[in-house]
């Protein structure tokens, strides 16, 4: 199981950008997905969330101005940012709770799954 993440890049303060991330592989389904961001010298945090459901959350720093939405159709989850600024620069990385096929006795397992991470330059 992978997470192929997309659609980092640079862009003025104020601005827009769009991340996508999509799951391949054995997939017997998907709890949750997030992005997480790390910048330079700080901790990884979380910045949005996105259960099955739909039921969404996000860190207050975002809130507002960013959208976190997901095909379950395609495996894939989004997110929009708007309102850019230059503290949202940081690489940014998808995560998915995956349950995949498995021989035990339940049929499949749950696996942590982390993306590749996308850098995302916001200029002043």
């Known amino acids: 199981v992978q997470l192929q993440a997309s659609g980092g890049g640079l862009v003025q303060a104020g601005g827009s950008l769009s991340l996508s991330c999509a799951a391949s592989g054995s997939i017997f389904s998907i709890t949750s997905m997030g992005w997480y961001r790390q910048a330079p010298g700080k901790q990884r945090e979380l910045v949005a969330h996105i259960f099955s459901a739909g039921r969404t959350t996000y860190t207050d720093s975002v809130k507002g101005r960013f959208t976190i939405s997901r095909d379950n159709a395609k495996n894939t989850v989004y997110l929009q940012m708007n309102s850019l600024k230059p503290d949202d620069t940081a690489v940014y990385y998808c995560?998915?709770?995956?349950?995949?096929?498995?021989?035990?006795?339940?049929?499949?397992?749950?696996?942590?799954?982390w993306g590749q991470g996308t850098l995302v330059t916001v200029s002043s």
């Open positions: 995560n998915g709770d995956i349950a995949t096929p498995d021989r035990g006795p339940i049929g499949y397992r749950y696996l942590e799954v």
